[in-house]
Every structure is written in C-alpha cells, then in structure tokens.
Nanobody
C-alpha cells in the first residue's frame, strides 16, 4: 500500500487549502482513509475519516471547517480545509483503516505527510 499526500503550504488565518491523499495497492476498495495531523511537540491527532461507504466523521476541532471527498477515478481522497487557524499548523498525514462500531482502526500504512502552516 502506498499513500502520497500533497497540497500543503502556507496560508493566512481564515484561508483555505485542499490536501490530497493518493492511494495505491489497496487489496480491496473497502478501506477507510483517515486524516491525521501532528503539530510540533504534540502527539498525532486524528481529525477526519472518509469511510469506504462515502460518509465522513470529524474531530470536534475541525468540525464545520474541514470536509472530505473522494475521486475513485483518481484513487484520491481530499481534505478541504476552510477558515484555517494558526492552531491548524501541523504536518498532515493520511492512513488506511476501517471503522467498526464507531471506532477507527488504522493500519500501519502512512504517507510521508505534507506541511500546513497557518500564520499572518
């Protein structure tokens, strides 16, 4: 399994970015894609999951500002980030996994991450 994130960069507070997670090598199409982030000195935080069913769920810290979508033809899941705040600054990663009874179980497959910096 290979995951490649892209789309990070610098943006001012209130701005928007769209991250991409291109995946390949999945043995079947039933995997969820989880989005995580890790800020300096902090542990990795799960912020969104795009389920194989097409539904998504989000951490409270990003709910209402971030959304996910998927393009099956491009094997890509997107994370649209709006109204960005300085506390959103982090390296963002995607991960494959599955959701069972409301709990996300991630695999060991991670991308290399993409840096998002929100500052004025």
């Amino acid at each position: 399994v290979q995951l490649v994130e892209s789309g990070g960069g610098w943006v001012q507070p209130g701005g928007s970015l769209r991250l991409s997670c291109r995946y390949s090598g999945l043995p079947f199409s039933g995997y969820d894609i989880g989005w995580f982030r890790q800020a300096p000195g902090k542990s990795r935080e799960r912020i969104a999951v795009h389920e194989a069913t097409g539904t998504s769920y989000y951490a409270d810290s990003v709910k209402g500002r971030f959304s996910t979508s998927k393009d099956d033809a491009k094997n890509t899941v997107y994370l649209q980030m709006n109204n960005l705040k300085p506390e959103d600054t982090a390296v963002y990663y995607c991960n494959t996994g599955t959701t069972y009874r409301g709990t996300y179980y991630g695999t060991d497959s991670w991308g290399q991450g993409t840096q998002v910096t929100v500052s004025s």
